[in-house]
């Protein structure tokens, strides 16, 4: 090993169900991108969610939080089982897999989530789209604001005048908005140079800041351009004209719902990387879906969205731009001959393979 190669510390957070299968084919894949690059990755396993709960009884060990904090990036598979069979869900709330996934990303300062969306050529089948919607291209992100807004202001029920009244307050500081704005803008630097922000600043106090805070940040990204888009009007045109939208910057309820619809204009949820950011270059990076326990250990899995999410891992916190490409072009080439179950077609050209030899695939395009 020659001194001066690039070294990288990654914390690897396998899962359950298909996670430890999907994780094993991206660290393959990682292992020839690194080869291939010229830098050095050191793994540390990590233990969350329900292979934590087997293990040491809870879902997050302070040991793990402590553990994940030393690395430049996580790399995750999913947690989780099947809520009406795994006993996981029979302990109490707090000590549920999902629980240790909240704490680990509160623990670890994540405030922005990233959710990646690309239509390949060759699966505009998969695309609910009309094809000439599809046609047009879609390859966006949203970054959505994780810790402060609706879901974490304050919450209260009470009787005021004899009736019931229900009140959730929305807040965000100058200091919550532009650190997210930063991350979008760095993130449109490195990607179509468009940045939309989201809002109701025609209703919302909290989005009228949103808009100022934006403005003023966009002052330090000239090459960026921005523009302005009510939610309402945004959640038609992520139907109606995606290709329009390169990176969109909202806040945490709004992210919520555009995120979820926004995962369903590709049509493959194998395919969707995503990435959880902190201050700095850290971050979480994870597939968007779960772990799926019904095909779980049968070589099904579809290990891409594991495997673009560690190409992210590789453009965002390790700054090795050149492989997360390469990562990319190699995903994009071998999906043109080659596709696991969930992605299956009629065409008699595309051979379908398991989870493992898919990964295969793709370390052996690179
Ligand atoms: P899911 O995403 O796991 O599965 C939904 C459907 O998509 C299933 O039919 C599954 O077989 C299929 N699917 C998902 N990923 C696939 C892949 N890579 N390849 C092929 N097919 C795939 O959602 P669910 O069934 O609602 O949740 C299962 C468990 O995952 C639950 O315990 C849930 O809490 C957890 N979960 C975890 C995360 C996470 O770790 N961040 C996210 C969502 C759900």
Same mark, same amino acid.
């Given at each position: 090993m020659c001194a001066d190669k690039r070294t990288y510390r990654v914390g690897v957070i396998p899962g359950d169900g298909i996670g430890p299968e999907i994780i094993r084919e991206a660290v393959r894949v990682l292992d020839r991108a690194a080869e291939k690059f010229g830098f050095k990755l050191d793994y540390i396993y990590l233990y969350l969610g329900g292979s934590s709960i087997d293990r040491? *009884?809870?879902? $997050?060990t302070d040991e793990t939080v402590e553990q994940a904090k030393q690395c430049d990036a996580v790399l995750m598979g999913s947690i989780g089982g099947d809520?009406? %069979? /795994? @006993?996981?869900?029979? $302990?109490?709330p707090s000590l549920r897999p999902e629980a240790g996934l909240l704490s680990i990303r509160k623990a670890l300062g994540l405030f922005a989530n990233l959710r990646f969306s690309k239509l390949y050529d060759d699966l505009i089948?998969?695309?609910?789209?009309k094809e000439s919607i599809a046609r047009e291209g879609i390859d966006f992100v949203i970054l959505r604001e994780l810790t402060g807004g609706l879901y974490f202001g304050e919450h209260k029920t009470e009787t005021v005048d004899g009736e019931e009244v229900a009140t959730d307050v929305l807040s965000y500081s100058d200091h919550e908005i532009r650190r997210i704005a930063v991350k979008a803008f760095d993130t449109a630097s490195l990607r179509g140079r468009k940045l939309t922000l989201v809002d109701k600043a025609n209703v919302l106090d909290s989005s009228r800041l949103w808009r100022k805070v934006v403005q003023d940040v966009a002052k330090d990204y000239p090459e960026v351009s921005v523009d302005y888009m009510y939610v309402d009007n945004a959640s038609m045109q992520l139907v109606?004209? @995606? /290709?329009?939208?390169d990176v969109i910057l909202t806040e945490n309820m709004f992210g919520d719902i555009l995120s979820d619809e926004a995962s369903m204009? %590709?049509?493959? !949820? *194998?395919l969707q990387p995503s990435a959880s950011l902190a201050e700095g270059s850290f971050g979480l990076y994870e597939p968007?879906? *779960? /772990?799926?326990?019904? !095909?779980?250990?049968?070589?099904?899995?579809? @290990?891409l969205a594991t495997i673009l999410s560690a190409a992210m891992m590789l453009r965002y /916190?390790? *700054?090795e731009e050149e492989a997360a490409c390469a990562i990319e072009q190699a995903v994009e080439t071998v999906l043109k001959r080659y596709r696991t179950q969930d992605l299956? %077609?009629?065409? %008699?050209e595309i051979g379908k393979v398991g989870c493992t030899r898919m990964g295969e695939l793709v370390a052996e395009t690179l």
């Amino acid at each position: 090993m020659c001194a001066d190669k690039r070294t990288y510390r990654v914390g690897v957070i396998p899962g359950d169900g298909i996670g430890p299968e999907i994780i094993r084919e991206a660290v393959r894949v990682l292992d020839r991108a690194a080869e291939k690059f010229g830098f050095k990755l050191d793994y540390i396993y990590l233990y969350l969610g329900g292979s934590s709960i087997d293990r040491f *009884g809870v879902p $997050l060990t302070d040991e793990t939080v402590e553990q994940a904090k030393q690395c430049d990036a996580v790399l995750m598979g999913s947690i989780g089982g099947d809520p009406v %069979t /795994s @006993p996981w869900y029979r $302990l109490e709330p707090s000590l549920r897999p999902e629980a240790g996934l909240l704490s680990i990303r509160k623990a670890l300062g994540l405030f922005a989530n990233l959710r990646f969306s690309k239509l390949y050529d060759d699966l505009i089948d998969s695309c609910p789209l009309k094809e000439s919607i599809a046609r047009e291209g879609i390859d966006f992100v949203i970054l959505r604001e994780l810790t402060g807004g609706l879901y974490f202001g304050e919450h209260k029920t009470e009787t005021v005048d004899g009736e019931e009244v229900a009140t959730d307050v929305l807040s965000y500081s100058d200091h919550e908005i532009r650190r997210i704005a930063v991350k979008a803008f760095d993130t449109a630097s490195l990607r179509g140079r468009k940045l939309t922000l989201v809002d109701k600043a025609n209703v919302l106090d909290s989005s009228r800041l949103w808009r100022k805070v934006v403005q003023d940040v966009a002052k330090d990204y000239p090459e960026v351009s921005v523009d302005y888009m009510y939610v309402d009007n945004a959640s038609m045109q992520l139907v109606r004209k @995606p /290709s329009r939208f390169d990176v969109i910057l909202t806040e945490n309820m709004f992210g919520d719902i555009l995120s979820d619809e926004a995962s369903m204009v %590709t049509g493959s !949820i *194998g395919l969707q990387p995503s990435a959880s950011l902190a201050e700095g270059s850290f971050g979480l990076y994870e597939p968007s879906h *779960g /772990s799926a326990p019904d !095909i779980a250990g049968k070589d099904l899995a579809n @290990p891409l969205a594991t495997i673009l999410s560690a190409a992210m891992m590789l453009r965002y /916190s390790l *700054g090795e731009e050149e492989a997360a490409c390469a990562i990319e072009q190699a995903v994009e080439t071998v999906l043109k001959r080659y596709r696991t179950q969930d992605l299956a %077609t009629d065409d %008699t050209e595309i051979g379908k393979v398991g989870c493992t030899r898919m990964g295969e695939l793709v370390a052996e395009t690179l």
